[in-house]
Each structure stands twice: as structure tokens, then as C-alpha cells.
């Protein structure tokens, strides 16, 4: 099992650019979720697919974010433009839902830089 | 808006002690998780506990959730220097949607 496999681990970009983070879930996942995490705010949930469909994209900031899940097995989050205020880890995870008990499977995120 | 809440925010410890981490939250959940977290690295699951339970073990982990109180603990036994890391909470409400709280950083001194 590969686990939840992000792309880039690494980020940096400058301000007004358009950012593209990437996330393959464990397969058979059919729920799919990004959060964010900064010092200040903690981890937030941005959004959350379950079989390729945003459930719920109550946490995205503003008009910048844009998250798709086109197939089972990725999903992209993007921002456009970006600003340095984007700064922070972003973090994939993938879920089973076999019951309503089943935990999270995370990924090991990509540092986003925007200067 | 975060649904847990921990405390402490940071606590450090002598190895072999216990470590106790508390979560509060604020409203009705499914069910309660807790998730560790190392340097540099995504979160791991470590245990849940259902709505409906009071007390869980795993190891050397052990939960309670007090529902009326809307409060968790997470205690740690005979803690080593390889628990260091940051501990979260996560409560799960309806629609499968899971909130985390701020979290508790754990030193453990060799």
C-alpha cells in the first residue's frame, strides 16, 4: 500500500502565479478530503469529495481556490492567482467509507511558499 | 471555525512519565479521533472512540470521551522520547465531514 502520495513536497512560487498541488488517493478510497496548516489558524478543512463530488467546499477561502477530483484516483487543488497569505502545508487525505468510523489517511503534504 | 479545542498547547515531560492531552468541542459528534503528527510529516491516526463509548485503550493509549461535558482525554503511559510530536483531536458529525483542533505539542526528554 503506496499511501496517500502528494505532489510537489515542495512549493515555491511568486505572488500572482497560478499554483497547481496534486493528490493520488489509496485506491479504493471514496472519500477524499484537503486541508490546510498554518501556525495560526491550525489545520482547516478546505474541501471534501466523496466518489469524485465536492460534498462540501464551505471551507475555501475565496474565488482563488478551485479543487476537482476528475477521476478516482486524483485530485487537484489550484489557486489562481496565488498570494503570499497562500503560504502554508497543504495536506491531502483519503478515506474508506466502510462505516462512519473509518479514520484518515494522510499524506505528507507540499509546502507552499508564495513570496 | 475550529470544532476542537486542546490543552495544553505545549507540555514537555521527563521520559517514562504519563502524558495527559485534553480536547473539548462544541457540538453533537459520531465519533471522536485522535492523530499524531511528526515533524515534516502528515497526521497518523491512533485511536477513535464511538459517541457511545466512554473509555478506550490501545496500548499505551488511553481514551475517554464524556459526551455531557463534550470533552476528551488522551493519556499516554510510561511516555519515550520517540512520542514527541503534536496530537490532535478530530470529531466527526454527520456527512462524514472531520474537524481538527489546534493540537497539543509533546516533548518527551530522554
Known amino acids: 500500500d503506496a499511501g496517500v502520495i502528494q505532489s510537489p513536497r515542495h512549493e515555491v512560487t511568486e505572488m500572482g502565479q497560478e499554483v497547481t498541488l496534486r493528490c493520488k488517493p489509496i485506491s479504493g478510497h471514496d472519500y477524499l478530503f484537503w486541508y490546510r496548516q498554518t501556525m495560526m489558524r491550525g489545520l482547516e478543512l478546505l474541501i471534501y469529495?466523496?466518489?469524485?463530488?465536492?460534498?462540501?467546499d464551505s471551507g475555501m477561502p475565496e474565488d482563488r481556490f478551485s479543487a476537482k477530483m476528475p477521476n478516482a484516483s486524483f485530485s487537484t487543488l489550484k489557486i489562481q492567482p496565488s498570494e503570499p497569505r497562500d503560504s502554508a502545508v497543504y495536506f491531502c487525505a483519503s478515506s474508506l467509507r466502510g462505516s462512519d468510523n473509518s479514520p484518515l489517511h494522510f499524506g505528507n503534504g507540499t509546502r507552499l511558499t508564495v513570496t | 471555525s475550529q470544532q476542537g479545542e486542546e490543552d495544553p498547547q505545549a507540555l514537555s515531560i521527563q521520559e517514562g512519565e504519563n502524558a495527559t492531552m485534553n480536547c473539548s468541542y462544541k457540538t453533537s459528534i459520531n465519533n471522536l479521533q485522535w492523530y499524531r503528527q511528526n515533524s515534516g510529516r502528515g497526521l497518523v491516526h491512533l485511536i477513535l472512540i464511538r459517541s457511545n463509548e466512554r473509555e478506550k485503550h490501545s496500548g499505551r493509549l488511553r481514551v475517554t470521551l464524556d459526551t455531557s461535558k463534550k470533552s476528551s482525554s488522551l493519556l499516554i503511559t510510561a511516555s519515550r522520547a520517540a512520542d514527541t510530536a503534536s496530537y490532535f483531536c478530530?470529531?466527526?458529525?454527520?456527512?462524514?465531514?472531520?474537524?481538527f483542533g489546534a493540537g497539543t505539542r509533546l516533548f518527551v526528554k530522554a
Open positions: 478530530a470529531t466527526r458529525t454527520g456527512g462524514f465531514k472531520t474537524i
Open positions: 469529495f466523496n466518489n469524485n463530488v465536492p460534498i462540501d
